[in-house]
């Protein structure tokens, strides 16, 4: 049921007077619930829990912790239709992609459950003493990862689910030991609350500590703010605008003690067509990237916004023939009114550039917060030198660029800024011959997708989701899979410290079976 | 041979007109070479030189990158006296210091080379495809890390060969695939050039690109400043003050492109000393810890600035033990007149702050740039609202806190700034007793220690040489060790990437037989 309070801990909690609305896009009309805010105590408050809980929720075991994550899961599931309804309500999508999303969110919460379960993923090393080694004895010294301290997560606006209350960033963090603030997303308070009530009830019945997760309603940014600058907040997700992650990173780096943000902001994922796929398979590309772009109303951080090629016959008919796929598509509502003003926005910003050309642009009428795809062209050397056609049209819109030769589409590669993909379309032995074009491609990336579509973020061990600045602000970390646990973690050394004291991941038996690196070498055994 | 001049990549260059000289602090006097500090024209031609041998470098095979550091290991070898003479005359330091440095340099080069010709530290994983899954089939994702790009090392004034021009960073770089731009460190500049010969040397050896090690001339900040700057720099590693380090940290959070700084700064070393423990061996730790405050006169990062224990006869009778021991070390000679004046500085600011005693001041004269050791106690209540206590006293210098009991203790600890290091001295049943202080000071260092000295930074893989702020910028990385590479690669995923146009790591017949996690388990067996 949802109430439009916050969870201080376990505790609903509604203190302060500054309320709010969500918002049904194809309805056009705001939702019944209202929210309230939370204020400056309440936000204190869920630190000062989340401090506490962290001294003793960081000595949990990975077993406990398992339940936990799997508890959460089924608490999510168990709110069902409610969950589903209030979804779709609050973001205009339809129920097929409310439960595929649920699904996503419930096999990340498993597989971290599975992780911390089975132990390995601490990254146990152990060197032994030597006692008479010369010069100086060699100390026992012992190292494995330990959580960071209380992380804030920011929800996302396109990914309710997923990327919000019990995303991805949620579960990595609780994974590594770490309690959670989450600063709900203002378009999707409802389904925010709804599965912050089944992490409550999870933590309660699995006996996690009181603050071991908090819900904070907020319209505006005075609540990030303040949870960003606070002393006891050591971690920080987010997924959304370079504006908004930005602005946090700063924050965030200004403090005293700054703190690591991981943002996971825009993309324009690049796609570089090489002449002979293009060739051989131009129709079936372009329908697959009428879809590609449309997918989801565009509303993904991996939505093909640049397409590059280099200038002939087939580029040409491919964007004759992409224009004729996309306006066959039925357009789709956004998000939020929100979300189609900022689209109509930027991409009137972009289509008014000078020496581009729109190619496609669904001209029917289309109902109030549905958005009309849209594609352009232009000269590479227009877009080198256009900065302003860099910048990512959140929503259903490409920009296909004609470059005058290799060269200068390398040339264009090395000028972008840092995105989350990259794709190439080629012939097998064109992408040998281009082999320049990958290798600079692959630099300014975090993935490479070989004759296939960017949209579709698999999770997966071997899924990098992030990528050089702007794509995200750390591109060191994955914010997907289960490797994204590695943004919550320390390393931490013990010297010489009795076994019957060490945590078991470390102790000499080896009671957990874990994989450890033994003087060197990787193993199971014991010592 | 010592010319003066910069690397800019295998050119000797000295095109500035600001020149300086090194001092040697022994025989208080300038030593002779002029050293010319780099033009903005030089760092910008050495960050353009990077940036291009970059594009080629990081496709060279682990095995390539092995000889190019076992070479450096042993063209460093071969600078033999020389170099040695040229460190002491630099530093003050004895030539048994100078030769133990130089084998800890080369020994991590040697590890590095070691690590990067088996080729597991890539991370490599891979999800193979599942082309029938339902509702959408399962791509092909593999990953592995890949270098940042050009890095900067700074210098470190305390270990001119293990910390600076081919100290830790720098092989760590180098192993990772990134050129390497070193802002030498003024105090050494000789040594610093000679290192660059060495290492140049062994590039040119072994055909690596032109421009993959730079070493630039400084004696103020405006070359730190513009290099952490350039667009084309990707990292930094730095170690040294924290005001230092805050500043360039600052520099590189304010960029449009904000880079990670690695910063490894002051730390006062925490070390509590349990009452049993105390009774014990009492006079055996007074020993001990005279010894290790006054190694290389205190000019450690992990030199023991503050010790923590109740108040009582034990503590008393260790106060009184360790002015009696500490005295009768002689004095030694700081790195340079700077490093002296800062001592003293901060010394008499710590010494004349309220209800402080100086229980042990080594009063004999002393030889010019000779430090003279220091030991003071205070009340707990004193320590815990005097801020200024808290600082690092970079020398032969130690605070001993006398707390009221166990809980003040757990409130000093849990207030103190992050830590490289945190030592508990205790029995073992002891240990086990003051559990909430070793869970507190575990949270605020890096590394804990079991009845040590926390000097002594073994190399070795279970290392963590780091630790949250101020210790270090980012406490997710340790900057001792093989595991110390990770701060220069980012994960990077290829999907459906075609097997013959994947790097050799992630290529189904696994050609290198490293270590790979498949579909989730870890095996260095084929596809």
Tied chains: 1, 2.
């Excluded at 309070?5 to 309320?19: D, E, F, P, V």
């Excluded at 990528?467 to 914010?479: E, H, I, K, L, W």
């Excluded at 390393?491 to 994989?515: V, Y």
């Amino acid at each position: 049921m949802i109430t439009g309070k916050n969870y201080i801990g376990n505790n609903l909690s509604s203190r302060g007077n500054k309320t709010y609305k969500t918002f049904n896009p194809l309805l056009n009309i705001e939702n019944e619930h209202i929210y309230t805010e939370a204020t400056s105590e309440e936000i204190n408050n869920a630190v000062d829990l989340a401090i506490e809980a962290f001294k003793t929720y960081r000595t949990y075991s990975g077993k406990q912790k398992a339940v936990f994550l799997n508890t959460i899961a089924d608490e999510i599931l168990d709110l069902d239709d409610e969950l589903i309804k209030t979804y779709c309500s609050e973001t205009g999508l339809p129920e097929g992609r409310a439960k595929g999303e649920r699904g996503r969110t419930i096999g990340q919460l498993r597989s971290f459950a599975e992780l911390v379960a089975e132990g390995s993923w601490v990254e146990a090393s152990i060197d032994t003493a030597i006692p008479d080694r010369e010069p100086a004895p060699k100390p026992n010294l012992r190292k494995m990862s330990i959580p960071l301290g209380p992380v804030v997560v920011f929800g996302a606006s396109n990914f309710p689910l997923a990327y919000s209350t019990a995303g991805g960033d949620t579960a990595a963090a609780l994974t590594a030991g770490c309690p959670v603030i989450v600063k709900s997303h203002p378009m999707h308070a409802g389904t925010g609350e709804l599965v912050a009530s089944a992490i409550v009830k999870a933590a309660q019945k699995t006996g996690m500590p009181k603050g071991i997760f908090s819900n904070l309603n907020s319209s505006g940014i005075e609540v990030g703010e303040q949870l960003v600058k606070h002393h006891g907040v050591k971690a920080v997700g987010f997924t959304g605008s370079i504006r908004g992650g930005r602005a946090l990173y700063d924050l965030a780096a200004q403090r005293d003690e700054p703190i690591p943000v991981f943002a996971e902001m825009g993309s324009i994922n690049p796609v570089v067509m090489l002449p002979e796929a293009l060739q051989n398979r131009n129709e079936s590309l372009a329908k697959t990237y009428a879809s590609s772009i449309t997918l989801g109303t565009g509303q993904f951080c991996t939505n093909p916004g640049l397409i590059l090629g280099i200038k002939g016959e087939e580029l040409s008919a491919f964007i004759q023939n992409l224009s004729n796929e996309i306006v066959k598509i039925e357009p789709s509502c956004m998000l939020h009114p929100n979300i189609i003003d900022a689209y109509e926005n930027n991409k009137q910003k972009a289509i008014t550039q000078q020496n581009i050309s729109v190619v496609a642009d669904y001209d029917s009428d289309v109902k109030t917060n549905y958005a009309r795809q849209t594609v352009t062209t232009v000269k590479g050397e227009i877009f080198l030198n256009n900065p302003t056609l860099h910048q990512e049209v959140f929503g259903p819109y490409s920009i296909v660029v004609q470059c005058e030769d290799a060269n200068q589409l390398e040339q264009i590669i090395t000028k972008l800024e840092g995105q989350l993909t990259g794709t190439l379309i080629a012939e097998n032995e064109e992408a040998l011959k281009y082999s320049k074009i990958v290798s600079a491609l692959q630099n300014r990336v975090g993935r490479l997708i070989y004759n296939g579509v960017p949209t579709g973020v698999e999770v997966c061990p071997s899924m990098t989701h992030g990528g050089p600045y702007p794509a995200s602000t750390d591109s060191r970390f994955t914010a997907v899979g289960i490797h994204s646990i590695k943004r919550w973690v320390r390393p931490f050394s013990f010297q010489d410290w009795p076994n019957a004291l060490l945590p078991e991941e470390l102790k000499n038996e080896n009671p957990l079976g874990i994989i450890r690196l033994v003087n060197g070498k990787q193993t199971s055994e014991k010592i």
